[in-house]
Nanobody, 125 residues
Framework: QVQLVESGGGLVQAGGSLRLSCAASGRTFSSNSMGWFRQAPGKEREFVAAISGAGGRRLFTDSVKGRFTISRDNFKNTVALQMDSLKPEDTAVYYC??????????????????WGQGTQVTVSS
């Protein structure tokens, strides 16, 4: 079992930055690929970014490439999403997710086995 707790959300003006963090407990963290997803009001949950267990491979959705970065610290059992040049369309609840594999970096929600509660990100124009 993996427990995930997100933090770092908040309100920011367009063009600003936020850093989300996800703390994991319960298993060997490096055994899990990790992902970030988001869900805006009235919209389906969408993939944002993912990172493999060792951190060597990363994947981003096109709309955040060049603006968001994903990193992990396997000693601290954390994964972070650095969000720069934020836009109003980035407003959503952001979720951290853990995959039971360390090699897959999936885009689909059903590829992940554990989910956090989410943290709200609001970008004002």
């Amino acid at each position: 079992q993996v427990q995930l707790v997100e933090s770092g959300g908040g309100l920011v003006q367009a063009g600003g930055s936020l850093r989300l963090s996800c703390a994991a407990s319960g298993r060997t963290f490096s055994s899990n690929s990790m992902g970030w997803f988001r869900q805006a009001p009235g919209k389906e949950r969408e993939f944002v970014a993912a990172i493999s267990g060792a951190g060597g491979r990363r994947l981003f959705t096109d709309s955040v490439k060049g603006r968001f970065t994903i990193s992990r610290d396997n000693f601290k059992n954390t994964v972070a999403l650095q969000m720069d040049s934020l836009k109003p369309e980035d407003t959503a609840v952001y979720y951290c997710a853990a995959d039971s594999t360390d090699w897959r970096i999936g885009r689909r929600g059903d590829e992940y086995d554990y989910w956090g509660q989410g943290t709200q990100v609001t970008v004002s124009s």
